[in-house]
């Protein structure tokens, strides 16, 4: 089955400079990797996603990349402020098969 | 997105019991899942619940231990049967959205005593 690495598992970044959050999967038919952020006693919320046909996605302050010869996808953050602190949560599955496998986390920290 | 609602959102319970969590959407949905994410943890897959079949449950879950229903497009239920200290959680259930992204409950946070 799908396997997930993430990395960093905790980043603390001074606010207004970027944080980058790292995955790799395992299985190459993955095409689909979305990007959640669960605040202290909330649930996972979606932040951002993409589908293995395009390379890059941003939407404001959040971009993700993908490489799928490399079998990694990122999470940029830019000009982070301090209501971005929370743990994000990579995952891959097949888009439409809505089964996901999900990373360890990291725990990011913005620093006033 | 959809409008998820678990039930209950927290409970303590003796080991050995049972515990019947419900999740409700405000929309029909085609799939339904149940995740478990234990203290500090990653999001575990249980089962994914379909409406009219059986739960199709992911390695290391088993029916006798994690009850599934599905009665209708809108509504499933999870049990956590016999349970132990091990099984205290929080348990999610999410939905799949029209373009194919999933939406997760508030979760029910469970403790064994």
């Known amino acids: 089955g799908e396997n997930v690495e993430q990395h960093p598992s905790t980043l603390s970044v001074q606010e207004g400079d970027s944080a980058v959050i790292k995955c790799t999967y395992s299985d190459s038919a993955s095409n689909y990797f979305p990007w959640y952020k669960q605040e202290l006693g909330k649930r996972p919320q979606l932040i951002i996603d993409i589908r293995s046909n395009v390379g890059e996605k941003k939407d404001q302050r959040i971009a993700v990349t993908l490489n799928k010869t490399a079998k990694h996808f990122s999470l940029h953050i830019t000009e982070t402020q301090p209501e971005d602190s929370a743990v994000y949560f990579c995952?891959?599955?097949?888009?439409?098969?809505?089964?996901?496998?999900f990373g360890t986390g990291t725990r990011l920290t913005i620093i006033p | 997105s959809a409008v998820i609602s678990q039930k209950p959102s927290r409970d303590i319970c003796q080991r050995g019991t049972s515990l019947t969590i419900q999740c409700q959407v405000d929309?029909?949905?085609?799939?339904m899942f149940w995740y478990r994410q234990q203290p500090g943890q990653s999001l575990t897959l249980i089962a994914t619940?379909?409406?009219?079949?059986?739960?199709?449950?992911e390695s290391g879950f088993v029916i006798d231990k994690f009850p599934i229903s599905r009665p209708n497009l809108t509504f499933s239920t999870l049990t956590v049967s016999n349970l132990s200290p091990e099984d205290s959680s929080i348990y999610l259930c999410?939905?799949?959205?029209?373009?194919?992204?999933?939406?997760f409950g508030p979760g029910t946070r469970l403790t064994v005593l």
């Open positions: 995952a891959a599955g097949l888009f439409g098969n809505e089964k996901l496998t």
């Open positions: 999410s939905v799949d959205s029209t373009w194919g992204e999933q939406f």
């Open positions: 619940a379909n409406q009219g079949s059986e739960a199709t449950y």
């Open positions: 929309s029909q949905v085609t799939m």
